[in-house]
């Protein structure tokens, strides 16, 4: 146990996840390769060898190799190599380039666990290929027959796995507020209707999840943020294509903001959690809270919203408004219940003014003809356009 006390700890952080994703923007051939024994390839300086030694009743042994130490099994030992390149020709450079490193360092690969000039690829539990990134498949396989959690571990065990891909759901804290209320403190567990009816949209979500694009650098940001009583709901996007979605819920403290800081609450939330692609980019923020377009001329701003000036000043960031009922997407993040999220997944839904909107295209329909002529909002996710009469039908569903 003395080593213990002695040994240098490795404090490297690892990567965040959506950095590595980054770093594949544009590759569309990739190869992995698989160490065989992974770290028991990499020698012990001769010179420590001696400070590996440990004693069983069958005698000393000291370790030629590096062992696991210091009581981390499984922290930083990562033995995949993942090869990307944006086209064929690269791509054998850099397969031939890796291949030399290995052989020069005396490190083995796995050929049966190694893949080669692949189209897509599995990565930290995703598919990534050149059209953007999506799910595993197989990591969520058995999702579909995952019985109702019965205790609070379970709850955490499924929540846990959501969590993970919840960058590819829309209204994620929204949709598992009834689920996540049974962990907290000094709530009995009582699996109900609403918990069922939560834990099973999350389900249809995840085998479902639409294709990301990644982001690309030097291209101007466009985030979309709406806030209501029932949480925070954000959307980033660039090129009118979705990078990620981003919701929560309410801290009970949020839940006596006055509207405009509630509004304002919500873009600063975007901001935390896409500072990796945000900082030093342009952005542009859409909210329907019109009097945030003109937060740095205000001349009186309480303590909190002095203290989120400051951070926003921080980007190069122009906000801009926007009509509530154009904003689709967020909408549905912060201010639909679940049943109205399970319509929105039909072609058309009802709006909160009478009005229908056709799924993801957006369209709204007025009653009046004459006093709403046709409009058109490009900066939107799709183009929106506001027209009046009757309901207009698509082409998958003509009825």
């Known amino acids: 146990m003395y080593r213990l006390s002695v040994t240098v700890k490795n404090k490297y952080p690892l990567p965040r996840i959506d950095d590595l994703f980054d770093q594949l923007k544009g590759a569309t051939i990739f190869s992995k390769i698989d160490l065989r024994f992974g770290y028991y390839q990499l020698r012990v300086k001769d010179s420590d060898v001696p400070k590996t030694t440990f004693r069983t009743r069958y005698g000393h042994y000291e370790f030629f190799v590096i062992p696991f130490v210091n009581k981390c099994p499984c922290l930083v030992f990562i033995d995949d190599i993942l090869i990307y390149s944006r086209d064929e020709n690269d791509h054998a450079k850099h397969l031939r380039t ?3 490193i290995l052989r020069d360092n005396q ?3 796995k050929f049966s666990k190694s893949e080669f000039w692949l189209k897509e690829v599995g990565f ?3 598919i990534v290929s050149g059209d953007g990134i999506r799910v595993d498949p197989s990591k969520i396989s058995a999702i579909v027959d995952w019985k109702p959690p019965r205790n609070v571990i379970e709850v955490k065990s499924f929540l846990g796995l959501a969590g993970y891909y919840r960058r590819f759901l829309k209204g994620f804290s929204m949709i598992a507020t009834s689920v996540t209320r049974l962990l907290q403190k000094d709530v009995k567990f009582d699996w109900t209707e609403k918990c069922q009816q939560s834990f099973e949209r999350l389900m249809a979500l995840l085998t479902e999840a639409p294709v990301l694009v990644q982001p690309e ?3 101007e940001f466009v985030v979309y ?3 209501s009583l029932n949480g925070l709901g954000c959307v980033l996007m660039q090129a009118g294509k979705v990078i990620a979605y981003a919701s929560r819920q309410l801290k009970p403290h949020e839940k006596n903001y006055p509207t405009h800081d509630l509004e304002l609450a919500t873009i600063i939330f975007a901001l935390k959690i896409w500072r990796h692609h945000l900082y030093g980019e342009r952005c542009r923020v859409f909210t329907d809270h019109k009097s945030l377009k003109y937060l740095m001329t205000q001349k009186y701003l309480n303590l909190r919203q002095q203290r989120w000036l400051e951070l926003i000043k921080d980007y190069k960031l122009v906000i801009d408004n926007h009509q509530g009922r154009a904003n689709v997407v967020t909408n549905a993040l912060s201010r639909k219940s679940l049943f109205a999220l ?11 003014d009478g009005s229908i909107l056709a799924k993801q295209i957006g369209i709204g329909i007025p009653s009046n003809t004459e006093n709403n002529p046709q409009i058109e909002m490009k900066e939107h996710v799709k183009t929106i356009a506001l027209w ?3 309901v ?3 082409p998958e569903n003509p009825n």
């Open 392 to 394: 207009l039908s698509s």
């Open 225 to 227: 943020s709406d806030a």
């Open 217 to 219: 650098p030097g291209r």
């Open 98 to 100: 890796v291949l030399q």
């Open 124 to 126: 930290l539990g995703h």
């Open 342 to 352: 399970r319509a929105m997944n039909t072609w058309i839904a009802l709006a909160d």
């Open 388 to 390: 009046s009469g009757k």
């Open 107 to 109: 490190l083995y690969a």
